[in-house]
Each structure stands twice: as C-alpha cells, then as structure tokens.
C-alpha cells in the first residue's frame, strides 16, 4: 500500500481479555517497529523485525506482550490478559532498509496507530 | 542509561516567528538523529536527520543543528505557520539498530 496501515483504529476491551493489532507495512519495506506512545508521552519501544533475522524483543514490556511478522509483511502485536495500564496508542512503522544508516533510506514511516483503552 | 529529553514541553510563538526546539541527549555513541512532528490523531512524520559527522543540515524551512560537544540537538523553523502546530520529537540512534530512542516531545503552538 501507499502508507503503512493499522488496524483497528481504535479498541475497548475489558480489563483480562486478549487483544490483537495489525500492521500492513509499505510494499517492499523489509523493517518493522511496534512502538507504544501513552498520553502526553513520547515514543517506547517495543519490538522490531528485520527480514529473516531474529527479532529484537528488548522493549516489550513483559511476556504478555508478544509480536509476529508473517512472510517478512504484515504483524500482529499480542496482549494477552491485558491491564489498564496497557492502555495506549500502539504506533507500528515501516522502513527499506537498516544498512546504510542515516542515508534517508532508513527513515521510518509510522501509521496512524491503534488506540488501545482497557477499561 | 540511554535518554534523549527535550528542555520545554510547550513552545508558544507567533505566526512568521522563528521557532527553535530543543533537545538533549545522553548517549555519546548515538551518531544519527531525527526529527519527527505529531499532528493530533496522527503518527509522527519525518521531518529531518542528521548523522554525527555533520553539525548541520537544512531542509525546506527547517535547519537541524547538532552539537556533539554538549550533546545537544535542535530544531529551527522559519517562519513558523498555524500549520506547523504540532509535537515535535526528536529522536536517536546508536549503531546500525532500528531502534530509535524517543524523547517526550515539545508541543509548539502557533499564535495568529
């Protein structure tokens, strides 16, 4: 697609459920991040794939949290039993490419976000 | 440990000023940096990088100034309009990683 593309937009789930976001990337990007932004907050790392490589999980912030990518394209995020203080927007980006840095090529493009309330 | 903060959560200037964000970082190895703007509702959008073997770097309206001595990173706009009202976060990274460290942002609000 022409952006990167989130959905859904906006979830309300009740505190204990499971909850799963998905991220189209842009065609071709072989980077994908999950980011998380609480309100008022910046940008907190989650989790990134690039290509066939292992992903780095440093960020998420327990075993609840987990991410796939399936056939290098579309991820879905997972919160298992969430908390209300999983609340947030849930930002995914895309990128061409990691080598190289600070070429332009690695330039994140973010989508619009999910916006995750737990009540 | 890693940070990267900006000094003012709210910049209020007027339409046609200047406006200069700034922001402070702690990690001496970072060697590539970003800025980002946020518009309600949105995701944040590049708006200009500049690697660490550089000082300066100017775009369309904006110049991105880096100081490696102090570790400190800014944002200028020229002659700001309503329409750069936004949250401007920069942003670092240390390596060839994707992980970019994100400050809290500056709320720059454009006065008529």
């Given at each position: 697609g022409a952006g990167v593309s989130q959905s859904p937009s906006n979830k309300v789930t009740e505190k204990g459920k499971d909850v799963e976001l998905r991220c189209d990337p842009i065609s071709g990007h072989t980077a994908l991040y999950w980011y998380r932004q609480s309100l008022g907050q910046g940008l907190e790392f989650l989790i990134y794939f690039q290509g066939n490589s292992a992903p780095d999980k440093s960020g998420l912030p327990s075993d609840r949290f987990s991410a796939e990518r399936t056939g290098g394209s579309v991820s879905t995020l997972t919160i298992q039993?969430?908390?209300?203080?999983?609340?947030a927007v849930y930002l995914c980006a895309s990128s061409l490419?990691?080598?190289?840095?600070?070429?332009?090529?690695?330039v994140l493009t973010f989508g619009a976000g999910s916006r995750l309330t737990v009540l | 440990g890693e940070s990267v903060g900006l000094h003012l959560p709210t910049l209020s200037v007027q339409e046609g000023d200047n406006s200069i964000i700034n922001c402070a970082y702690?990690?001496?190895?970072?060697?590539y940096f970003i800025w980002y703007k946020q518009e309600s509702g949105k995701g944040p959008q590049f708006i200009i990088d500049i690697r660490s073997n550089m000082d300066k770097r100017q775009g369309q309206r904006v110049t991105v100034l880096l100081n490696k001595t102090v570790k400190h990173l800014s944002l200028q706009i020229a002659?700001?309009?309503?329409?750069?009202?936004a949250v401007y976060f920069c942003a670092e990274n240390s390596?060839?990683?994707?992980k970019l460290i994100f400050g809290q942002g500056t709320t720059l609000q454009v006065k008529p």
């Open positions: 039993r969430t908390q209300q203080e999983d609340s490419d990691l080598a190289g840095i600070g070429s332009g090529a690695n | 702690s990690n001496s190895a970072s060697d002659a700001t309009q309503p329409g750069d009202s390596g060839n990683t994707g």
